[in-house]
């Protein structure tokens, strides 16, 4: 729920993302060596196909009734019950959950100290970057959220904030900490059975789609932005994508094309829901 908010500062950090073919392709092996060695040959995890539909809901009480066959829900607000009433309805879940930032009023907001907090994120009071290079404290603090979508049922996870590095964080953040940190994320996900989507962070979709299992994307219609998503596609793997002003028919039909699972949602992220036409 973040496409409105972000005045981009992606240029800043283009350069350190880039490179030669040859060093994505390393990029690429380094990462799929490091997800197996941890996670193991047996581990297996949900794996959403393209055209799956979906609910994004962050805000009020779940209405379970919406038609579509998942569910992206509050990790923290979203009652275990609730979770499995979907789950007996025949529905997958993913639980959504801010790591690239701290919002003071989570649960765990006195596990981040003081010395990762950054600049607080514009638009959003309450809301600090944190500084994504800090791996060994973070990783404790995302395997704990990890655990309690694990144990509510879910399965799979959205981290929001994954791109960060193109932001005014407060830190140098490179397009390398971005992709450590992200690869990290799913690493420990991966450990405990759940699937993890790649939010927005466009520019690194060819280093990240052979690890993360699905995209979520805001207004890559509005933006000009929706044949990025499409190495995800081709992998077999769902985009779920949510505009925010345009109208269903100003980007159903690329959608349809490209085979997006798209919806219209208000910024607040309620259950009122646009789908587009099957």
Known sequence: MRGLALVLTAVLAAGACGGTGGKRAADTASEKKMDQAAVGAAASWWRPKPRTTWQWQLSGRVDTSVQAQVFDVDLFETPAATVAKLKKAGRRTICYTAIGSAENWRPDYKRFPARVLGKKVADWPGERWVDIRQLNVLRP???????????????GVEPDWMDGYKNDTGFKLTARDQLAFNRMLATEAHKRGLAIGLKNDLDQIPQLVGTMDFAVNEQCAQYGECNELVPFIKAGKAVFH?????????????????????????????????????
């Open 242 to 278: 949510a505009e925010y002003e345009l109208a269903l028919a100003k980007f159903c039909p690329t959608s349809k094309k490209l085979g997006l699972s798209s919806i219209r949602k208000p910024l607040e992220l309620t259950a009122k829901r646009q789908a587009c036409p099957a």
């Open 141 to 155: 603090i995302w395997g704990a959220r990890l655990d309690q979508c694990k144990k509510k049922g879910f399965d």
